[in-house]
Structures are given as C-alpha cells and as structure tokens.
C-alpha cells in the first residue's frame, strides 16, 4: 500500500536553527518524492522534488531509499519558512494523483 | 508556472442543495485533473481522477452519485456536490498536471448549512 508518514504534527524552531521535517514513505516501486509548501491563506505549491536534486529557499531533501525516508532539512531557518509542509509520493508514470501525508506545521520563532 | 484556478472560493448553501464547483487550466491544456478533499487540520485526501472526454475514477469510499465530476473540455473539470449535507462542508482542491509537476488550484471552501 502507498502510504506516506510525518510523525510531527507541529514542529518549532528558532530563528537561524535547523531544521529537518521528517518523511517515510511505504510504496511498491520506484516513486517520485515531493515536498509541498502551503503557507498562510495561499495554494498548496511545489518545494522540491526529489528527481531534480535542486535546494528550493534554501532547503534540501535527500531520497534514502534504504530507509525509505525523505526528510526535508534547511541549515539556518527563517521565519518565512513558517507554514505548513506536506510530504507526497506518486507513481513514476507521469500523469498520477499524489499521496500525501498528514502535513507538519513548521513555526519559527523570532 | 502553469495556472490552476477554480470557482468559487467559497460557497455556503442549505443542506440538500447541489453546489458546483470549477477547476480550470489557464494557460495549459489538461487531459486529466484530480479533486482532492481537505477537512480542517488535515492532510489532502484524492477523490477521484477526472479524465477529458470519460468517466471520472473515484477513490475507495467516495460516492460517485454524490459527487458528479465532468471533464467536458481540457481545461475545465467540474465536480457537483449533490444534494448537499453539513457533513460534506470541506475544502476542495483540484489540480492538474503539466510535465510531471502537479499544479494545484486555490480550493473552494464548502459550508453546507
């Protein structure tokens, strides 16, 4: 079964610390890996994705395939970053709906 | 970015009315959407693939009579909450997919009173 896990519901962090969002994911295959960003009264947007390996704002996620984990990590977090993060997986077949997770509350404080 | 946008925002009505709801592709042509279902506090949930010019595919446990999606042309899909009930009041976001990224429209939030 596709499933994706964010055990943290809410997670704070002051300014300038780091911070990692932790993602398993469960899926037979090969998925593609998300993170989405959905911050305060704005749509759900794309952070990264896991096949073009870029840094978005500054956070980065690594596929750990072993660990079937995909944590999203940033070295020095702002208060911009406040939002709420969400963790997704979908086939690698192009055209296919995402799984998310249950989504972490990311708050930095100033 | 490519742009999803839906109508309308919000929408409150009396229980056992229909509501309609929009997604449309502004800039890109979109043979396939998706409706999700978010419940407050809660993560996004998939209701069912919309697909241009045939029957929508619903996800396990969503009544397809309840909730009637038409993908009459590439860019727009619609999903028509049917005789509607306060257990229905939800957000519902829809999405599209241009090479392989999903954009995600703005949601509609239904309160059925």
């Known amino acids: 079964a596709q499933r994706v896990t964010q055990p943290e519901k809410l997670l704070s962090v002051f300014k300038g610390a780091p911070v990692e969002l932790k993602c398993n994911y469960s899926?037979?295959?090969?998925?593609?890996l998300f993170w989405y960003v959905q911050y305060s009264r704005q749509r759900l947007q794309l952070l990264l994705r896991?096949?073009s390996r870029e840094s978005i704002k500054g956070f980065t996620a690594d596929l750990n395939k072993g660990e079937t984990s995909f944590h999203l990590k940033k070295p020095f977090a702002q208060e911009e970053d406040s939002a709420m993060y969400y963790c997704?997986?979908?086939?690698?077949?192009?055209?296919?709906?995402?799984?998310f997770g249950k989504g972490t509350r990311l708050s930095v404080i100033a | 970015g490519a742009v999803v946008s839906q109508h309308p925002s919000w929408v409150i009505c009396k229980s056992g009315t229909s509501v309609k709801i929009e997604c449309r592709s502004l800039?890109?042509?979109?043979?396939?959407m998706f409706w999700y279902r978010q419940f407050p506090k809660q993560s996004l949930m998939l209701m069912a693939t919309s697909n241009e010019g045939s029957k929508a595919t619903y996800e396990q446990g969503v009544e397809k009579d309840k909730f009637l999606i038409n993908h009459a042309s590439l860019t727009l899909s619609t999903l028509t909450v049917t005789s509607a009930h306060p257990e229905d009041s939800s957000f519902y976001i829809c999405?599209?997919?241009?090479?392989?990224?999903?954009?995600f429209g703005p949601g509609t939030r239904l309160t059925v009173l």
């Open positions: 999405s599209a997919t241009v090479f392989g990224e999903q954009f």
């Open positions: 899926y037979s295959g090969s998925p593609e």
């Open positions: 800039d890109f042509q979109a043979t396939t």
């Open positions: 896991h096949i």
């Open positions: 997704a997986l979908s086939g690698n077949s192009g055209n296919t709906p995402l799984v």
